[in-house]
């Protein structure tokens, strides 16, 4: 399985979206990472994922939601998966 994920960070609230096979994992590296966009943001913590069979259909997901460049798409992305969690229980 994979995960396409999105990662807000907790100094300036902005987001990251990203693909692994290892959510968790990942999550751990962009906390412990020196270098590069996400060493400057941190913490971060995961705030929306979704899980797919294949590597390609989670790149092609994760591709789709970069092109939008939307954060207000991003935070309906967010807001409907709460929503839906809500309603679950």
Known sequence: MYFIYILQSQKDQSYYIGFSADPQERLNQHNKASTGYTSKKKP???VYQEEYPSKKEAL???KFIKLKKSKVFIQKLINTRSADFSHSN
């Open 44 to 46: 971060w913590t995961i």
């Open 60 to 62: 092609d997901r994760e």
